[in-house]
Structure formats: C-alpha cells, structure tokens
C-alpha cells in the first residue's frame, strides 16, 4: 500500500501523533507528529533500542545528558544510540518526524 510522509494526519494538539509505517524483529519505522511538546524537565529517554530520527518538517531540539544539543531543521537527522539518555523539544507549529528504531546485533 502507498503512501505519503508529508500527509499531514490532524494531529492532536495534547499529545504526540505515532503512525507505525514498517515493523519487523528488529526494527520499527514510525512517523511522529509532535505540536510543541517538550519532555518534562526531570525527565529524560532512555531506550533499549537505538533511534535514528529525521525532521520532515518543523523544528526540534534533542538535548543529551551530557550538555550536547541537537538543533534539527528540515532535511536534519541525528542517530541516538541505546541508552543515551535524551529529551526533546518540537516547535509549536507541527513537527514531523521519520524515525526509525533499531536493535543493536
């Protein structure tokens, strides 16, 4: 079945948007909507599965535990490996992400 990444699902404004694109064992491809969410300052990801994302359109900003910040423009993507421990913070107008999960061999 076709599709379209830049097909805009309404996304609700209260919560992130994930639409599974292709799962198998040992990875996972997923579009994400995020309206202007921001993770909660004491919290942070910390994944089993490595992450590697793309900004479709939007702006964000991934921040490391370590001090390393991440500015992601259209066209910009960044890996995070398992375990790095991150948060995130999108644009208020709609920010799409690729994002593509992996397991490490």
């Known amino acids: 079945m076709a599709d379209n990444l830049f097909k805009l699902e309404k996304p609700d404004e209260n919560k992130e948007t994930f639409i599974e694109i292709l799962k198998s064992e040992n990875v996972r491809i997923e579009k ?7 993770s909660p300052p004491d919290f942070w990801y910390d994944q089993d599965e490595g992450e590697w994302v793309a900004v479709l359109t939007g702006h964000a ?11 992601l423009n259209p066209g ?14 999108t644009a208020s107008n709609p920010t799409v992400w690729l994002a593509v999960f992996y ?3």
């Open 76 to 89: 910009d993507f960044l890996n995070i490996p398992p375990h790095q421990r991150h948060r995130v913070s």
């Open 103 to 105: 397991q490490q061999p």
């Open 32 to 38: 994400i909507i995020s309206c202007g969410h921001v």
């Open 61 to 71: 900003t991934i921040e490391y535990d370590n001090g390393d910040e991440f500015a």
